[in-house]
């Protein structure tokens, strides 16, 4: 362990009451979940050594998002809580810096070296070629060495069920969309939250704006304002510390917003009606645990709403934030109208019925949500 035994009960604790921020009761660090889908050829990873102590190192950009960022570090956290696992976390904005920094921690002999983004693939697989004895993870990427293991989301999957959401309450019939970076990963959560809005209502008008950044609170309040001001009542802001911004406005405008990453409802009680959360710290916790146990391939898991990794909070907790203080109809509509409707999509997903297009096309969807196919 990383720590001594009193400090690793508070580390503990502190875990647990992040993960229960849409709830009043903790949640309990996961018990090992259903696996997720894995690459058609894998790669076993080498026999595990029971008395070994697993040293585990996290290469990211600044944490504080509370967002993307901060539930992959959430996950490492609740590794520390493994009985043979030591964790470390080099935060760097500098992506020429995060390189050196793998490069460092693999010479130091750590087993497995998780870093985040498909722009960081090259140099990943650059390391991960170096040093063939260090397992190495990539979030939101593929690697295809050896000893490589690209942990992917089906944004678009839980966005899908965002634009039931704000379809099905927006009063102005027209909703509001604002990501950090225009890339294609965020364009993966746009078209689901579009496809999600047509499918409950296709007569709502999606509105979409990028900040250009994702630390710029103060242009992603002036974003959220100029959407207000056009009519928007709802938007939703996958945008890492920029959607500060748009929680504010919604504050001050008395509209409505959601979240994504780690769960904003308590923090913007009233105006925040939900959060997507793409649960990051589950997947990273999960190979970790496979890791120390070998059971961590080569190849691609990926994660989405079969997985249960990602969609609005109320689909892994009761939220109360929105519910205690949202106005009465919209409380109304969404506990009566509106988690019924997400559940049965998520249903049909899950079945095969239906499938949520991919602006990357890494996964194939021969039969999208159809226009006005909620009411049908």
């Not at 810096?97 to 998780?114: K, N, P, S, T, V």
């Not at 913007?268 to 916790?285: C, D, N, Q, T, Y």
């Amino acid at each position: 362990m990383s720590s001594k035994t009193t400090l690793g009960v508070l580390v503990a604790a502190l875990v647990i009451a992040l993960i229960a921020s849409c709830t009043p009761a903790a949640t309990p660090i996961p018990t090992p979940r259903p696996q997720a889908t894995k690459a058609p050829t894998t790669v076993p990873t080498k026999a595990p050594e029971p008395e070994k102590t697993y040293k585990v190192a996290l290469v990211i950009a600044l944490l504080g998002d509370r967002g993307y960022n901060d539930s992959i570090a959430l996950g490492m956290k609740m590794a520390e809580e493994l009985p043979n696992v030591e964790t470390k976390i080099v935060e760097n904005a500098d992506v020429g810096e995060q390189q050196l920094a793998a490069r460092a921690m693999a010479e130091e002999g750590y087993d497995l070296i998780f870093t985040v983004g498909f722009g960081n693939v090259d140099w990943t697989t650059e390391v991960a070629n170096e040093y063939p004895d260090t397992h190495f993870v990539i979030m939101d990427g593929v690697l295809d060495v050896p000893n490589g293991t690209g942990l992917l989301f089906k944004e678009h999957d839980g966005s899908f069920g965002v634009g039931i959401l704000a379809a099905m309450l927006t009063k102005t019939g027209k909703v509001g969309f604002i990501s950090g970076m225009d890339v294609p990963t965020l364009r993966r959560w746009e078209l689901g939250y579009i496809e999600g809005v047509k499918y409950a209502n296709p007569d709502v008008e999606v509105v979409s704006g990028w900040v250009g950044a994702w630390n710029d609170p103060t242009k992603g309040k002036e974003l959220a304002l100029t959407q207000y001001q056009e009519g928007v009542d709802i938007i939703f802001a996958p945008a890492g510390k920029s959607s500060e911004g748009v929680f504010q406005a919604s504050v001050e405008r008395d509209l409505f917003s959601v979240g994504a990453g780690l769960d904003h409802c308590e923090t913007w009680p009233g105006h925040v009606i939900a959060s997507m959360l793409k649960r990051a710290e589950l997947a990273v916790f999960d190979a970790i645990q496979d890791f120390t146990i070998g059971k961590l391939e080569a190849g691609i898991r990926s994660h989405g709403v079969q997985e249960d990794a990602v969609g609005v909070c109320y689909l892994f907790d009761i939220d109360t934030a929105f519910i205690d203080n949202g106005p009465a109809d919209m409380v109304a509509a969404f506990q009566d109208e509106v988690l019924p409707a997400i559940r049965e999509a998520n249903a049909r997903i899950k079945a095969g019925e239906m499938c949520v297009s991919d602006y990357m096309e890494m996964y194939p969807c021969d039969n999208p949500p159809q226009p006005g196919g909620l009411g049908k």
